[in-house]
């Protein structure tokens, strides 16, 4: 089975940085996506990583150890609506199906 | 507009009653997938679809069954509704399923209560 565990919740201040951990234990490895999601609203996609490394997109980067069932997502200049549920989802040894942390709640607070 | 839609957005219903959630993609996207979202549990994968006409076993398939005649419409099928299927479920599709970066468009959500 696929086992991939985040925090439940972090909280942070505007402008600070946040780093949120995804550690998982999956059957093969073929790939890990960050999502955020909104309360309410449908998850959209972040970042993807499959290979060992930093990948930077504007305010956000993720970060993995492929050897260390590693990932991290950082969020530098936080702002009031980077308040939301970021979640971890890796691809193993079906390249078909993805399975997700259970997500991690930031809360940016003024 | 590019979009992944799902109908209804939100139902209520009795223990049995078989139903069926649609979801439709205008992106021509060959693969789409079905997952529910519960709280502590995060989304798990029911079934997903490659093409049309070719469908798979997600990580929680029990009581729900799916099709895939056509490539835009992949709806998801309650035949006896039981109330631990009331859920949060979304629909996503993407260009390809496999390796890559292809990432996955959600539709809105349909939330589903089973009394």
């Known amino acids: 089975g696929q086992n991939i565990d985040q925090p439940t919740e972090m909280t942070a201040t505007e402008g600070a940085i946040v780093q949120i951990n995804c550690t998982y234990q999956?059957?093969?490895?073929?790939?890990l996506f960050w999502y955020q999601q909104h309360a309410g609203e449908a998850p959209t996609f972040l970042s993807y990583?499959?290979?060992?490394g930093l990948e930077e997109k504007g305010r956000f980067s993720s970060f993995l150890s492929r050897s260390k069932g590693y990932s991290y997502l950082l969020l530098k200049e936080l702002q009031m609506k980077d308040s939301a549920s970021y979640l971890c989802?890796?691809?193993?040894?079906?390249?078909?199906?993805?399975?997700f942390g259970a997500g991690t709640t930031v809360t940016v607070r003024a | 507009e590019a979009q992944v839609t799902q109908n209804p957005r939100y139902l209520i219903t009795v223990t049995g009653k078989k139903l069926t959630v649609t979801c439709s993609q205008n992106?021509?996207?060959?693969?789409m997938s079905w997952y529910r979202q519960d709280p502590g549990l995060g989304l798990r994968q029911i079934y997903y679809?490659?093409?049309?006409?070719?469908?798979d076993k997600g990580d929680v398939p029990e009581g729900y069954k799916v099709s895939r005649k056509e490539k835009r419409n992949f709806p998801l099928i309650l035949e006896s509704p039981s109330p631990n299927q009331t859920s949060l479920y979304f629909c996503a599709s993407s260009p390809r399923g496999g390796q890559g970066a292809y990432e996955q468009y959600f539709g809105p959500g349909t939330r589903l209560t089973v009394t």
């Open positions: 679809s490659m093409n049309v006409e070719v469908t």
């Open positions: 990583n499959v290979l060992d």
């Open positions: 999956t059957s093969g490895f073929n790939g």
């Open positions: 992106m021509n996207h060959e693969y």
């Open positions: 989802a890796v691809r193993g040894d079906n390249d078909y199906k993805l399975s």
